[in-house]
């Protein structure tokens, strides 16, 4: 290959580093925060989320306000204006030490585990908080106390080149009544009154599936939203777990030889992996050849990518104990399901756990018709992942495929332009989102079948209680054909009868038929 | 609020800062590297469209070769194997002390800059080779050169916790050809014989976006695909432009104001923005009450919030200029889909440069009927974005969203299953993706309005394509009835006249009828 003329050496080329900050700064289109409509929604819901990860992980039943108010208008865009966002909840908290990075670092936080919560990447309120700022040059004002003595109060900016927040100031309260919780408040361009209707919806699905959680919404003309709970019971705090040998990679077994205390193999395997004890860990080792009082330290390149193949081939491993996973359950889901659409048939199918790459998951399908069901041209379709409702870019998601290709939907007597409305919650320890948005769930082909299979058997149910419907309906039109018709019959026959007789009650053969239509409904 | 009972505080929360190339390894889904099949392809294209980077910016026609070639199988799952991938170009080379980090570091490149290029994250290479570090432990081979003396070698990993490429060997050898370019090699786990269809398809639509390129791909089964080029001529090599006022937020004020040279706003406003000269300056600070000898390092909070507001309000700016842009060309996008497809009709529309954000873009949008193109449900549509074909997740894209409610379909005469192919190239400093992955584009209004009209431009097209087609169809007809009639006519009225006379000749007649429409045609 020669060299071309008019060519210019790349001497002059400018390499640079830039932070992770500064990235989801030039691309904040990733993170769900495109446009001024699109913006105040992915706060509003990050920040949301956040708060009921804060209470959930430890059982505290979610009371959540927050408020949107108006600033000022008179932006470049039509209606777009500046807006005071305040959030409180009463989680957890945050201890003081980690407050300015939970909320001017990214990719810093208490998300970076396995186990279900709504939050994955580390991200979402930290890109609300750089939003605001970008648009409004302003702050953010955090309070936070975990219950002790004091609550502390910053107020903060990020320093996006260097990826660093920047503390502007700092104040200590008293704690006089032990309250823990936080309250973040920051200003943000935005367009609320086209978000507005999604911002409502994310409302009313997030309170479908978070029945035990209280949610109180001022809006910016003064509306108050109010989704009460319509439970006390709580669902069981998601539990960290350990990686699962089918989910490991070859840094994973780094990461693991780095830090373990383990001297030998035996030991390795049997205090590092999900649902791997003494007895597996020895069969392991014997399936691959591998002596057991070996020092992990020991290994060898090639020996830890053997290690990776073997985990992945070998059989005997347990599958991924569910029991970290906190799902809805078939009551709570069907309790949301009836307070917000009323349906005259809803059935909920908690599918077996499964996993995926050594995940955890388990999927909850459900399927109601009619009430305030919409009629769709191809079934209304709500998606949850780990209680989150997702509400864009339908199109791409894994079940929205799924109902579109079914094909033999006559064998359910079902028709896709029925009042049917499908649910499909997703509940994982890694939900494989495809956008950081968190708008759409990936082809995995496990999630496909589980979800694939779930949709088949509700809809089985649905057609069953279909069919039902036509049957009733046949036998009630029968029963009043008789009803017509067999007083007649009995004149009739009297009349013809040649010895004067009296007209026989035909009531109780009424009463007969009208018992076993009802019994076999 | 009351501190709830069985609530264990959160000092036992562990907070955690990761690096990128951490958070992208444990997120490997957003950046397309979800499964083995999707892996694969996934490194092709990013490492392709590296190389098409590297000579496009120089103007160095592609001469690019890549080579997979099968390592070994017995992987976990089925027809998972382990590969080679060596690619080869003649682009640009790198200047040797930034190797290391182009390679071993994420969110470090060449590519954070307003200018129109394939690569706009500076990640798909990075995961490339992290993706066959995490699953076959091997390290990358990079050779480059800029065309001076030396060729420089490195062997190098990525050490992901840490974000810094560690480097295992380096070599120097002479570079007595004065070669120019870069070749990467290194191992990773694929699904190969699942994928080769997309990546396939992907080649040849990046053949038909770039017929200056030479490109040749053996893959493991040792077939050989080569995609000439079919013309010399280069695209200009895109330019670099200042930010446009419309795109500014107040951390691109701020941030100007750190590295300015200038001490009145005069030459601030002159000197740093896209098509703003002292004219235009001048009339902005008096627009926007803001005494021109002021210094910028002046400017306090307030009043950088106030010039990022009359900046986007002043209707003075004149547009982003297109000239940065280097669109394909309505000749050699007609080109290459002629190459591709044979289409009985083909129509180009090169729209004019409009901008969103303050990011020039030019849209070229093309209609194809007949030949090879593929009756399809709902048209083919052929999506692409800075000369990359975009393959997955067509279904959010907003080009597929266009077509799909787009609903006046009759009045073009056209049916959504006829044998049509719809083309959208979306050219800009910055598309904005709606993943990492590069897979979709986001509903960018501006974007929005420019792709509708050039569809039903060149739907207008077509419609006139297909009613002549249809009127020559009818003259067709017409004259095969004369033909069949005519000389009937012409016996039966020579066999009627009273006087014996020749029958006469009627093809003059004919061949007039004929030219006729070949004329109209």
Redesign the interface.
Known sequence: ????K??????D????????A??F???R??AGF??PTRAIYSAIRELLENSLDACEL????P?IFFRLSFEGG????PSESTYLLKIMD?G????QE?IP??FG?I????K??LRQVRG???LGGKMAILYG?????GTARILSS???REIYEFNLRID??SNKPEILGRRVQENK?????TIVEFALDGDYPRAMPKILEYLQQTAMVNPYAEIVFIDPRGRLYRFESVTSKMPEPPKEVLPHP?GC???TIR?IINVTTCHNMLCFMSKHFHRVGRITAQRFLDYAGIDSALNPEKLN??E??RI??M???YTGFLPPDASCLSPLGTELLEAGIMKELEPEFVYIEQRDPSAYSGFPFIIEVGVAYGGNTASNSNFTLYRFANKIPLLY?E??DISRRILNEKKDWKRYKIRPDMPIAFFVHVCSTKV??????K??I?D??ELEKEIRNGVNSVSRRLSRFLSRQISIEHERRRISLFKLYLPKIAQFSTDLSPRKRKVPDVNPLLDDLRRYQEESA
Do not use: C
């Open positions: 290959m020669a060299i071309n008019g060519y210019s050496a790349r001497e080329e400018t390499f640079m580093e830039i932070s992770p500064d990235f700064y030039r691309n289109d990733l495109n446009n430890y059982g505290i039943p009371k008179e932006k470049g865009e009463n957890s908290g945050i201890p980690y990075s939970a670092q990719l810093f936080g208490s970076y585990k994955t990447f580390g700022q970008i648009t409004t040059n975990i219950g002790k996006i080149q009544n032990h309250w823990h919780g089918y990679d070859v840094e990461r390149s090639d830890i990518v990776v193949q985990m992945k081939s870019d199109a791409s494989p989102y495809k956008t950081v948005g708008e759409y990936a995995r082909p």
